[in-house]
């Protein structure tokens, strides 16, 4: 039973369109997280949400927007694609804030051509 | 801000030498420390932690000791494996680091037979 899971694994689209990623996880945890690797393999957090409630919004364009329906899900939708958006995007979640430990879905790499 | 530094690689090794991979921090207050090991293709996942100073983490035949005087964690195993071959990433969080996980740029460990 995955803990963290991702959709799509996969997503190839063109410049200008809108699309969405989705995440859930089921281990109960109460604070879910956005984060972006790059080529390099570099992450740097995106968003993260506490019981459905926005506590980090780092400096991302606000082409990005997360929704968190509920404290089990988190999802991201990007509108207006840029050739830049290209990355693997990983969705995380933590049983709390100060994040004793983060359980990671599998990404869902994005290319933008 | 807080940042977490480590070695860049690669790091190409034969089977069953011994692996060290540096990692040092700076950070306001007394973060907690994590070692997260990425497989090809694959998300994150947790290898050891430590969350406070002199702690030492351990799984997997490899250790972590948290250095306060020196803000280090490095990654040591004594003997490695082909399956070992992943890129590793040092990270920290806590209150005072905003309740995120702040990652350093990974590195990346080619175990060959």
Not at chain 1, 74 to 91: M, Q, R
Request: charged share 20%.
């Amino acid at each position: 039973d995955t803990a963290v899971s991702q959709t799509p694994k996969y997503l190839v689209t063109q410049m200008g369109n809108d699309k969405s990623i989705k995440c859930e996880q089921n281990l109960g945890h109460d604070t879910m997280y956005w984060y972006k690797q790059d080529s390099k393999k570099f992450l740097k957090i995106m968003f993260s949400y506490n019981n459905k409630e926005l506590i980090i919004n780092e400096t991302v364009p606000n082409r990005f927007s997360p929704k968190s329906p509920d404290k089990a899900h988190l999802n991201l939708h990007i509108n207006s694609l840029e050739l830049g958006d290209s990355a693997v995007y990983f969705c995380a979640s933590s049983q709390q804030q100060g994040v004793t430990e983060a359980f990671f879905g599998q990404g869902t790499r994005l290319t933008v051509v | 801000g807080d940042s977490v530094t480590q070695m860049e690689g690669p790091v190409t090794l034969s089977e069953e030498a011994f692996l060290t991979i540096n990692c040092t921090y700076t950070a306001t207050g007394y973060p907690s420390l994590f070692w997260y090991v990425q497989y090809p293709g694959e998300g994150l996942q947790l290898l050891l932690k430590a969350t406070k100073a002199d702690d030492k983490g351990s799984n997997k035949g490899f250790e972590a000791t948290y250095r306060k005087e020196t803000t280090s964690f490095h990654l040591e195993k004594g003997s490695v494996q082909v399956s070992d071959s992943a890129v590793y990433f040092c990270a920290l969080s806590g209150k005072a680091a905003g309740n995120k996980l702040t990652f350093g740029g990974g590195t990346r460990v080619l175990v060959k037979p």
